[in-house]
């Protein structure tokens, strides 16, 4: 550690202020009604008989109000009869296991004891039929056994392909209920034909069941609920592609054109499938860099929901021992060999704590303005983008932005012992 501090000895750390940027949009403050209310809009479980069984396929997102969500789904169920259960819609996440998907719902509050349905977790698929494509489509073993089948998930922009399709119904139907042997076939061909594969592998499965309907959730740039839909069997494939886009229309910005280093708090799978969301961050093993074209990243922590999936770690370019000793190869690897993204999980260089990464990811900032100070932004994680901090060196841009309201004056960085981050307010 000592070589390094004396390596990184001249490079100061700028101080950071911090701001709001003002993002107005609406939000729902009762999502069990909104759920409610979607259900109502368009009965989709009219079809549901007395006896018949309804399996609620939820992801491995870090989705705002799910337990809510799909407790609420839940009782609508019962009410018409049906008997549910749950299963884990995740592909090759949580180490690829049965045990490690049904923890990752555990953590998400979907326990039967809070929303009142079983989990069912298997690895185990079932063969459905054949893609457009010539592709073999497969399908979770105890969804197939299912009367009815319900998909819960979030749609949203993808992280690393674009098209029609992209995060949302149709890709949890083909990847995350297809678990890792189905992921991997749908992740075969690259990236590159991902959206149309993902619409080919859901069009096959709906064919074959008819009884699939669907819960699609739109969330708002600050990572709340904004809008619950419920999609008929029909609806799917002919109404998200227009979800899409207005999720795409929702999503929060870095809201500036270029900056110096990105300093990230926390990345991890509960935030985005890539850790750290490139949409925000501009930044990704499979599409480049964009706005706001950080010359450095650096990635502070892994969250605990993890569960040791570094992947997304590679778009960093200086990471900590903390992230390095949550490092879990079987929780890693089977989602980057599935996704065929090893890039996505490269560990750049380690420093020993928070501010000596910070310093070593600035060094790498040679053409940092000397006058002005190197231009940083430094959030906590990619879903929370509204309230941040940024060093002196962009305090000029953002007092220019009238959606940008500077909440501090100027403050140095608290570090405790072991010189990593303490006291850092993120509220």
Not at 363 to 384: M, R, S, Y
Request: glycine fraction near 8%; charge should be negative; include cysteine.
């Amino acid at each position: 550690m000592e070589l390094f501090e004396k390596l990184l000895k001249d490079v100061n750390l700028p101080r950071f202020v911090k701001i709001k940027h003002e993002i107005v949009q609406p939000h729902v403050d009762d999502p069990a009604a909104e759920l409610r209310r979607a259900l109502q809009e368009r009965d989709i479980l009219s079809g549901i008989k007395p006896g018949e069984t309804v399996c609620l396929a939820c992801g491995s997102r870090e989705i705002a109000n799910l337990a809510d969500i799909v407790r609420a789904l839940v009782a609508e169920v019962k009410k018409k009869g049906g008997k549910p259960f749950l299963i884990p819609a995740m592909g090759s996440h949580g180490g690829a296991c049965a045990e490690g998907q049904r923890k990752i719902l555990l953590d998400f509050g979907l326990s039967e004891e809070n929303v009142g349905a079983p989990i069912k977790a298997t690895m185990e698929t079932v063969h459905v039929g054949t893609s457009a494509s010539g592709l073999e489509v497969r399908l979770d073993k105890y969804a197939s056994e299912a009367d009815w089948m319900i998909p819960v998930g979030r749609i949203k922009p993808h992280t690393a392909f674009h098209g029609p399709i992209e995060s949302g119904v149709q890709k949890m139907i083909t990847i995350g209920m297809g678990k890792q042997y189905g992921a991997n076939i749908c992740h075969s061909r690259g990236f590159g034909e991902m959206s149309k594969n993902v619409q080919e592998f859901a069009h096959t499965v709906l064919t074959h069941y008819p009884k699939l309907v669907a819960i699609g959730i739109l969330e708002n740039g600050k990572h709340e609920t904004y809008k619950i839909v419920a999609f008929g069997h029909d609806d799917i494939e002919r109404e998200e592609p227009g979800y899409l886009e207005e999720a795409r229309s929702l999503m929060p910005k870095i809201p500036f054109d270029k900056v110096d280093a990105i300093f990230i708090d926390e990345f991890g799978k509960n935030i985005s499938g890539t850790g750290a969301d490139p949409n925000v961050i501009g930044r990704s093993p499979v599409m480049g860099r964009w706005r706001p074209n950080a010359d450095s990243i650096v990635m502070l922590d892994l969250t605990d929901e993890s569960h040791g999936n570094i992947t997304g770690l590679g778009n960093a370019d200086i990471t900590t021992m903390r992230v390095y000793k949550k490092f879990d190869m079987e929780g890693t690897y089977p989602n980057n060999i599935t996704s065929l993204v090893p890039g996505a999980a490269k560990i750049p260089p380690v420093m020993p704590n928070d501010k000596l990464a910070m310093k070593f990811g600035l060094k790498i900032c040679f053409k940092a303005d000397p006058k002005t100070g190197p231009k940083v932004v430094w959030i906590h994680n990619t879903l929370q983008v509204c309230t941040f901090w940024i060093s002196e060196g962009l305090l000029a841009e953002a007092e220019a932005n009238p959606d940008i309201e500077i909440l501090t004056e100027p403050q140095e960085i608290s570090f405790d012992a072991d010189s990593n981050v303490v006291n850092w307010d993120w509220t």
